[in-house]
Structures are given as C-alpha cells and as structure tokens.
C-alpha cells in the first residue's frame, strides 16, 4: 500500500532537537570565543584589580624591595644575554653539521625546557654544589672551589633553562635562510668573514632581539629558581620577596605592592617584545634543504656541540644516577603528592584547550581574542595568586581552595603558549578551506569534529603536552596556598630538599622527570597520531 504524502513541517515550527540547534547557532556565531575572552579577562584582570587595590600605592615599599627589583631586572638580563651569546655558536654548529643522531640530540638538547624548575636547580646543585663533582675536581687540582647559591646560582640555572629556548630560536632563524642564498655565497668565494658579515649578521639581529626579549620575560618571573638557589639579601626577586611577605611578614599590603611593580614591569618587557621582533628579511627560496657544506671548522663545532649537551644534560643524570636506586623506598605522602599534581596538571591541560581552541579559531578574524589570550604574560603565576588570595580572604579560607586555584593558574600561564602554537595553522584553516566549508554548508559543530580538530591535530596535542608538563613543574601558587597537607609534587621536593633528604630528593625528582615527559609524549604523540596528513 503506498504512503501518502510526507506531512509538511510548518515554516514556524520549532526544530526536533532545539537544544543542538542552539548550540550550533551560538557556535555559527562565535559565542564559544567570546564566552572564553571574557573568562580570561575576569580571571586575569579581577585578581590584579584587587592587587592594585590592596597595594595602596608604592609608599610602603623599603629599600630591600628596591634591592629586590634591581636584582631581578639585572639578573633576568644577564641570563638572557649569556643565553643568547651561548646559543649562537651551538645554533651554528647544528644549523651547518649534518651526522647520525642530529634529530635526536636536538630533541634531547630542548628537554631542560620543559624541566620541572626545582628538578633543574636539585640537578645544578649535584653538579655545582659544595660537594657537587665540579667543586671535587677543583678541590683535586688545589683550586678554589665554586658556589652554587646566590645570584651566580639563580643565573646559571636561567641560562641552563632557556639556552635551549634561545638555540631553538635561532636554529629557525639559521634554517630560515634560503640555500639559494649560501650557495651563491660559495659560488662567489666567500669565506666565512664575508658570510658572517652578509648573511649571519642580519638574520642574528633579526632574531636575537625577540629571544633576548623572550628569555629576559620568563626570567623576570622565575620564581622556583630565586627560592631553591637564591634568597639572602642580594640575591632576592620581586616574586621571592612577595612569598616572603606574605608566608613570613603576613604584610599582604606589601606583598600587593610588590605585585603591583611585577605587573609593571612583565606589562613593559612584554610590549617591548611585541614592538622589537621583526622577521628576517633574506626572501623566499625553492624550500631546499641540501644547502652546500660548509668546510673546516669541525672540531670546533664538535667541542661546542659536546660541551653544550655536557651541560644540559650531565645534571639530569646525575640525578637519575641517585634517585632511581631509592625510587622504590618513597613514602606513600609522596606518591599522594604525585598523584595530586598529575590530576592538577590534567585539569589545567583541558581547561587550557578549552580556552585556547575557540580564541585561536575566532583570533584570524577577530584582534580581541589574541589580545583576550595574550592577557595571561601580563602577570605571573605568583602575582595572579596573590590576587586570588586577596579576593577568597574575605570570604573563605583560601587554603581550602589551594588545588582548584592552582589549577586555574596553571591553565592561564599556558593559555598564551597554547594560543601561539594555534593561531598559525587556526589561519591556514581560514585560508584554505573557509570557502569550501561555506560551500558544503560545514559549520558549527559539524565543522569543529571533521575539519578544525582533524587539521589542527598537531599543535593541539604539543600544546597539551606543554600544558601539562608546565602544571607538573610549577612551584608557584601552591606556595602561598598551602597549609602542608595539600601538596604537590614540586612542593614536597622542594620540602625534602630543605629536609636535606637528598636521596628521598633525588627519587621524587626522578618520580617528577618521569611523570612530566611521560604526559608531554603522550599528548604530543596522540597529536600526531591524530593528525590525517
């Protein structure tokens, strides 16, 4: 028996499922980017309304804070130049040495970047301690030895953080250069004065500013490094000296000025970074790799090479050295703590995506949402916390809130890494598939789950792994939180390492390496694996 005629459905009829209808509307209209912007402005700009306003002016500041800002402008830019001026003859001798291994050894060279801060200085004071290995073969040759603490300490462990940062920024730059433009080099004879001179020297001062710029800002809120390996009157920055205010002083009024003149200074170096970058001008080539081999100077570039991954990676097996045999005789409060800062880390690492993903979609048409993510590099981890603290006070005792407002600021210090690792493919996305997607009528969720995640695979599982390996290592917001029984993994090694159980220390620092690079492969392997080119 034929059926009749379908029934026709009203133009004013409501939709069958009026709830993924909405969804898809708010979507279609970008709400999910705004809803985010305007998420991360409360929860940046809120906690430092109520720091300006605690602060009451800059009057109650002594002159050991004075001290305090000098010491930190002055350190941060003396690692950044000696990380800089270190990186250029090891970006050097990667960029024009071709040998089994190379790929592996960069990628080895990058690990103390996303080193747990604390795990860097326990590994620096192994080496370079009172009775590290460096100051036992000074003692042998009759020479004086050296100290690891102070304002040497706290700069030898920036340089040790962010020289890979520095040689991975010029090495792009390095690799930027078309081979066109060496190979006419060769071909004109020149030698490598008149390379240095035409080509060299150009891309160095297009890309040195930025990294000198970009190191010189993470060195201004270092905070883990300044409690484990500096103090003491000359060697104190602004961020130690607001923990010290706050966990020993309780002067929250000066810990807010404090954080006030942090704020002023991250808001001056972060503007300067976004008005001196500029891009080498050399041109664009054929892509080409095989660029010509550059003759003599092997043995140096070898001594360099050896001598830099001597460096990064002698402190990290020395600790692995001691701290794998008593891994197994951990307390159970350790493994607790462990426990505690992987389900932070994993938190912080959705909530950041959760942020990140839709301001980089909406970033290529709209200027607010970078900005809206950009927000996050005006304040440290530190200076957010102690805003946070001002504002639960009144109402709660912030203790009890320890691990959901550390959560929460680890998700906003890798909002604006996550942002930067997004945006350039979020703009390829709307260059070559906005039309067809328009086309096919793809959009909302439906192109969310079978264009956008797809294409954007990569960058969003290194962006979590980031995400997560800096939530592992951060050893900021908990200090000021804490009570003792809320812990992190960062705070009992630090704790330990106070304690001088150094063995203990040196098997949760173990604990701590494993954990952070096992969630950054994980993440940035199910990237890849995710990724359909």
Same mark, same amino acid.
């Given at each position: 028996m034929a059926s009749g005629p379908a029934p026709v459905k009203p133009a004013g009829a409501a939709p069958r499922h009026p709830a993924r209808a909405a969804v898809r509307t708010l979507t279609a209209q970008g709400w999910p980017a705004r809803i985010a912007a305007i998420l991360v402005a409360a929860a940046i700009l809120g906690p430092l309304a109520a720091v300006i306003r605690h602060a009451g002016g800059l009057s109650g500041l002594g002159s050991g804070d004075i001290d305090a800002l000098w010491f930190t402008l002055w350190q941060a830019a003396v690692s950044a130049v000696l990380s800089c001026l270190l990186a250029v003859p090891v970006a050097r001798a990667l960029a024009r040495r071709r040998f089994p291994g190379r790929g592996l050894l960069i990628s080895l060279m990058g690990a103390p970047f996303i080193l747990p801060t604390v795990v860097a200085a326990m590994g620096l004071v192994a080496v370079f301690g009172r009775r590290g290995m460096v100051n036992a073969g000074l003692e042998a040759l009759g020479l004086p030895g050296v100290t +690891?603490?102070?304002?040497?300490?706290?700069?030898?462990?920036?340089?040790?953080?962010?020289?890979?940062?520095? +040689?991975?920024?010029?090495?792009?730059?390095?690799?930027?250069? %078309?081979?066109e433009r060496l190979r006419l080099a060769a071909a004109l004879g020149f030698g490598r004065a008149e390379v240095a001179r035409h080509i060299e020297r150009p891309m160095l001062r297009a890309v040195l500013p930025?990294?000198?710029?970009?190191?010189?800002?993470?060195?201004?809120?270092?905070?883990?490094?300044?409690?484990?390996?500096?103090?003491?009157p000359r060697a104190t920055t602004v961020e130690l000296a607001i923990y010290q205010a706050f966990r020993f002083d309780a002067d929250a009024g000066r810990a807010a000025a404090l954080a006030l003149v942090q704020i002023g200074v991250s808001v001056i170096a972060l503007l300067a970074s976004l008005a001196l970058t500029a891009p080498p001008a050399f041109g664009a080539?054929?892509?080409?790799?095989?660029?010509?081999?550059?003759?003599?100077?092997?043995?140096?570039?070898?001594?360099?090479?050896?001598?830099?991954?001597?460096?990064?990676?002698?402190?990290?097996?020395?600790?692995?050295?001691?701290?794998?045999?008593?891994?197994?005789?951990?307390?159970?409060?350790?493994?607790?703590?462990?426990?505690?800062?992987?389900?932070?880390?994993?938190?912080?690492?959705?909530?950041?995506?959760?942020?990140?993903? #839709?301001?980089?979609?909406a970033a290529p048409r709209a200027r607010w949402a970078e900005v809206a993510g950009t927000l996050p590099m005006t304040a440290s981890s530190l200076v957010l916390g102690t805003g946070l603290f001002l504002i639960l006070r009144p109402f709660v005792n912030p203790v009890t809130l320890a691990l959901p407002v550390t959560l929460l600021a680890n998700a906003l210090m890798s909002l604006p890494f996550a942002l930067r690792l997004l945006m350039p493919e979020a703009r390829a996305l709307r260059a070559d598939y906005d039309r067809l997607a328009a086309s096919l009528g793809l959009r909302g969720l439906a192109?969310?789950?079978?264009?956008?995640? %797809?294409?954007?695979?990569? #960058?969003?599982?290194?962006?979590?792994?980031?995400?997560?390996?800096?939530?592992?290592?951060?050893?900021?917001?908990?200090t000021l939180f804490s009570d003792g029984?809320?812990?992190?993994?960062p705070l009992a090694l630090y704790q330990l390492m106070g304690a001088y159980r150094m063995d203990l220390a040196a098997a949760a620092a173990c604990l701590l390496m494993a954990l952070t690079f096992a969630l950054f492969w994980a993440f940035d392997r199910i990237g890849q694996n995710a990724d359909p080119r």
């Open positions: +690891v603490y102070g304002a040497q300490g706290v700069i030898l462990a920036h340089v040790f953080l962010n020289l890979p940062l520095a +040689v991975r920024m010029v090495l792009h730059g390095w690799q930027a250069v %078309p081979s930025g990294a000198f710029l970009a190191i010189f800002l993470v060195c201004l809120t270092s905070f883990a490094i300044a409690l484990t390996l500096g103090g003491g080539g054929l892509d080409r790799a095989d660029a010509p081999p550059v003759r003599g100077a092997r043995v140096k570039d070898a001594l360099v090479l050896g001598a830099a991954t001597l460096f990064l990676l002698l402190p990290l097996a020395t600790i692995l050295l001691r701290g794998l045999p008593a891994l197994f005789d951990l307390p159970p409060s350790i493994l607790r703590a462990a426990g505690t800062s992987v389900a932070i880390a994993l938190g912080s690492t959705v909530l950041t995506l959760a942020l990140a993903l #839709p301001l980089a979609l192109r969310l789950r079978l264009l956008d995640l %797809p294409r954007l695979a990569r #960058p969003l599982g290194f962006s979590a792994g980031l995400a997560a390996a800096f939530s592992m290592g951060d050893l900021g917001v908990i029984q809320r812990q992190t993994l």
